[in-house]
Structure formats: C-alpha cells, structure tokens
C-alpha cells in the first residue's frame, strides 16, 4: 500500500487540528526542546498556520512575523519536506495524492503546494542550530538508506546508548554502493506518468 495512501487512511481517524511528523527512523540524539516546540505550537494553532518545517530549509526564503521562522519562497525546493515538521491536519488531507511514495510527495508536493495560498514556514538556520527542536542526524537521510544501516548516523549513537543491534541482518550502506539503473526508457516514461498522476486538478 503507498506510503500517502496510509497517511490518509490514518488522518481520517486522528481527532486532532494539528500533528508532528517524524519518520521512524530519525533517531533523537538528545531530548526533545519541549518549550520551543510548544512554542511554535501556540503560534501556529492560534493563526492556523498550514506547514512549519521544524529544521532549517533552502531559499529562497522570507521573513515572517513569528519570532525565529521564515516564510518558505513559492518557488524554493522542498516546500513539503518530511523532515520533522508540524502540519494543520486539514491541509496535509488536502495535498495527499493515494498513488506517492514520500519523495514523490515531497517532489510533487512541492509543486502542488504553488497554487495555493497557504504561506508555508520553517526555522531560520540561525534558530534551528541552536535551538534544535528535534536533534537527530540529517547527513545523507535518517537510519537507514533502502533498507540498510546508514552507519554514521546510528553506530556512534546505538553504542552511546546501550543499544545492541545485530547489524548483520540489514547490513550498512557503504559509500561504494550504487543504486540500481531502470533502463532509460522504463525511468523517462514513469516520471512523466508520476507527474501526471500528481500534477493534475
């Protein structure tokens, strides 16, 4: 079943105006700033904000009335990110298209997410660098890479906490590794097929 297809089916039963997503295998390395994110919160639900990526975002980008966020340019890459972010649960309804994997929803997403109003926010660098929400390592993704241990991201962090994995079973991702070729032909024709799916009113 997709991955935006079971967000959906699980945002139909959450009673809530807003949630946090943070995918499974970001692991925290520290605790999590309680207060900032309640701040950020108070903000965002009192002016129905739609989107606040809780790390720090390529421009452009603008600024915005709220302390330590900017305002995400109409035309800057990664409008949708999931990287840990708070989302008005209406509106993530709204730009979930069934059929997208989560880089077809932050490709595609990105693109939707022009024709709409809705100002979409994230931290400034200054802010998310010193006051990390959620402190977990974003060097070349999270945990894991296709199915494999990213092994600067968890051998230093499971070992500092106590944590025994037989890394064996999924084995790590190594530099050396590639990723598999399509054919030419077979890659061109299920982009274009991507994009109409996700494009379309």
Known sequence: IPWSRLIHRTLEV???DYIVILLDDFF?????????????LQSTVADKLAH???????????????????VRGRRAPYRFSLQAGLWRTDYLLSQ??????????ERWGSIRSRRNREALYALEKAEFHSRPVF????????????????????????????IAIDYEVRGFMEPSDSVPRQSRFRHMWRKAWDAWLSLRP
Do not use: C
């Not at 979930?96 to 929803?105: A, G, I, K, T």
């Open 28 to 40: 925290l390395q520290a605790p999590v700033h309680e207060s900032r994110l309640q701040e950020i």
């Open 14 to 16: 959450v009673n809530t």
């Open 135 to 162: 402190d977990y390592p974003m060097t070349g993704g999270g945990g894991l890479v296709r199915g494999r241990w990213k092994r600067d991201n968890v051998e230093s962090l499971f070992q500092r906490e106590g």
């Open 52 to 70: 606040v990526l809780l790390t720090d975002a390529p421009g452009p980008n603008l600024a915005s009335p709220y302390p330590g966020l900017v």
């Open 96 to 105: 979930l298209r069934d059929h997208e994997s989560p880089w077809q929803f």
